[in-house]
């Protein structure tokens, strides 16, 4: 026979065993971990098969009991029920923030107790970059500096540039963390040199984070760059004859504006004019006006010079134009003229063709009659035969 404290032994051993067992045959709870963005609202759900009558129990990280059952055990409006059953718990969680990240805990209290982890995360939303750097109007083929910021992301943002359509290359971005301990400011600066091209051009630098779900935080900064002037002279007419006015317009294009204009005629360096337009105006315009005139345009960037030639002698082109119309109206009526001329003399020869002389000849007789009555009597009698009277068709 066993001593008693033995048999003890070897009752509590047995009994742990068949505890043991029995945990290994119960279903674990099951649970998901979830991803939400900062404001928004996240949904746990815990199942088990096997509740063995008994509740399951919902936990935030903090070891804080949110939900027993149907029973609410936190009081945080944010936390409400979905759904309480025997084999299932479901709660949700709105206006999330940072500090609900980690893992909550499922529990259902059986011997042992059963849980299930779910780690929820938390992702922070990046602010609207911010582009710095960027001041005064940058001078052609001067370097364009510029910085761009987003603080607030979960985790560090991306930011991308772009200039007009075309992508840029940024240095490599630097990354801080923000004072919560929780969420990152990123920050990214970029370089080129500008051209007059680049004039009004927008650069854009853009948020790419998970949080946005597909959407796209930017901003632009507009490019002012400082280029010297190019210029042309239009002439208004185009083409100008003697007597009407005229009008040199210097046509021009910089940043900034040209507000300075000068002009001269090649061979003075006389001004034309005094005050600085760039509209030369000739109320009538003459032959000697001829000449080569420049049209000086100036702004802080320089000066640029554009030449015309300007000759009243010349036909213009509408002149020449109207010249070679007149001329072939009047080639085409020489034209009709000579087929009606021509037409007039082969009528006049057709008519001279066809007017016709009639020859009579009388039968014999009536001329050799010794008076009228006989002549008449002798050219009845010829007539009697058809062969003594005959005309020609001359």
């Given at each position: 026979?066993?001593?008693?404290?033995?048999?003890?032994?070897?009752?509590?051993?047995?009994?742990?065993?068949?505890?043991?067992?029995?945990?290994?045959?119960?279903?674990?709870?099951?649970?998901?971990?979830?991803?939400?963005?900062?404001?928004?609202?996240?949904?746990?759900?815990?199942?088990?098969?096997?509740?063995?009558?008994?509740?399951?129990?919902?936990?935030?990280?903090?070891?804080?009991?949110?939900?027993?059952?149907?029973?609410?055990?936190?009081?945080?409006?944010?936390?409400?029920?979905?759904?309480?059953?025997?084999?299932?718990?479901?709660?949700?969680?709105?206006?999330?923030?940072?500090?609900?990240?980690?893992?909550?805990?499922?529990?259902?209290?059986?011997?042992?107790?059963?849980?299930?982890?779910?780690?929820?995360?938390?992702?922070?939303?990046?602010?609207?970059?911010?582009?710095?750097?960027?001041?005064?109007?940058?001078?052609?083929?001067?370097?364009?500096?510029?910085?761009?910021?987003?603080?607030?992301?979960?985790?560090?943002?991306?930011?991308?540039?772009?200039?007009?359509?075309?992508?840029?290359?940024?240095?490599?971005?630097?990354?801080?963390?923000?004072?919560?301990?929780?969420?990152?400011?990123?920050?990214?600066?970029?370089?080129?040199?500008?051209?007059?091209?680049?004039?009004?051009?927008?650069?854009?630098?853009?948020?790419?984070?998970?949080?946005?779900?597909?959407?796209?935080?930017?901003?632009?900064?507009?490019?002012?760059?400082?280029?010297?002037?190019?210029?042309?002279?239009?002439?208004?007419?185009?083409?100008?004859?003697?007597?009407?006015?005229?009008?040199?317009?210097?046509?021009?294009?910089?940043?900034?504006?040209?507000?300075?204009?000068?002009?001269?005629?090649?061979?003075?360096?006389?001004?034309?004019?005094?005050?600085?337009?760039?509209?030369?105006?000739?109320?009538?315009?003459?032959?000697?006006?001829?000449?080569t005139y420049i049209c000086r345009a100036t702004n802080t960037m320089g000066s640029v010079i554009a030449k015309y030639n300007l000759d009243i002698n010349d036909a213009s082109p509408m002149s020449s134009t109207s010249g070679?119309?007149?001329?072939?109206?009047?080639?085409?009526?020489?034209?009709?003229?000579?087929?009606?001329?021509?037409?007039?003399?082969?009528?006049?020869?057709?008519?001279?063709?066809?007017?016709?002389?009639?020859?009579?000849?009388?039968?014999?007789?009536?001329?050799?009659?010794?008076?009228?009555?006989?002549?008449?009597?002798?050219?009845?009698?010829?007539?009697a035969s058809g062969d003594d009277k005959k005309e020609y068709f001359i």
């Amino acid at each position: 026979m066993l001593p008693p404290a033995l048999s003890l032994l070897l009752l509590l051993g047995c009994l742990a065993a068949g505890s043991g067992t029995l945990a290994q045959d119960e279903s674990q709870p099951t649970t998901a971990d979830e991803t939400v963005v900062a404001g928004g609202t996240v949904v746990l759900k815990c199942k088990v098969e096997d509740p063995d009558d008994s509740s399951l129990q919902w936990s935030n990280p903090a070891q804080q009991t949110l939900y027993f059952g149907e029973k609410r055990a936190l009081r945080d409006n944010r936390i409400q029920l979905v759904k309480s059953t025997p084999n299932e718990l479901t709660i949700n969680i709105s206006n999330v923030v940072l500090a609900d990240e980690g893992e909550y805990t499922c529990s259902i209290f059986t011997m042992p107790v059963r849980t299930a982890k779910a780690l929820v995360t938390v992702l922070g939303i990046p602010q609207n970059p911010q582009i710095s750097g960027y001041n005064l109007p940058i001078r052609e083929t001067d370097m364009a500096r510029l910085t761009c910021r987003s603080s607030g992301s979960k985790p560090a943002a991306q930011l991308r540039w772009k200039k007009g359509n075309k992508e840029l290359q940024g240095e490599a971005p630097e990354v801080m963390e923000d004072a919560n301990g929780k969420t990152f400011t990123v920050t990214s600066r970029i370089a080129f040199p500008v051209t007059k091209e680049d004039n009004d051009v927008e650069v854009t630098c853009t948020v790419v984070h998970e949080s946005l779900q597909n959407l796209e935080r930017s901003t632009s900064q507009k490019l002012q760059v400082y280029f010297k002037p190019t210029a042309v002279i239009q002439p208004i007419p185009t083409y100008a004859q003697e007597g009407q006015e005229l009008q040199l317009q210097c046509e021009v294009q910089g940043n900034p504006i040209p507000q300075e204009f000068l002009w001269t005629k090649e061979g003075s360096d006389l001004p034309l004019q005094m005050n600085p337009s760039r509209i030369l105006t000739f109320q009538f315009v003459n032959k000697s006006d001829s000449g080569t005139y420049i049209c000086r345009a100036t702004n802080t960037m320089g000066s640029v010079i554009a030449k015309y030639n300007l000759d009243i002698n010349d036909a213009s082109p509408m002149s020449s134009t109207s010249g070679t119309y007149h001329a072939l109206i009047g080639g085409v009526v020489a034209v009709i003229v000579f087929l009606l001329l021509s037409l007039l003399i082969v009528l006049a020869h057709y008519l001279i063709r066809h007017k016709g002389t009639y020859l009579t000849h009388e039968a014999k007789g009536s001329d050799d009659a010794p008076d009228a009555d006989t002549a008449i009597i002798n050219a009845e009698g010829g007539q009697a035969s058809g062969d003594d009277k005959k005309e020609y068709f001359i």
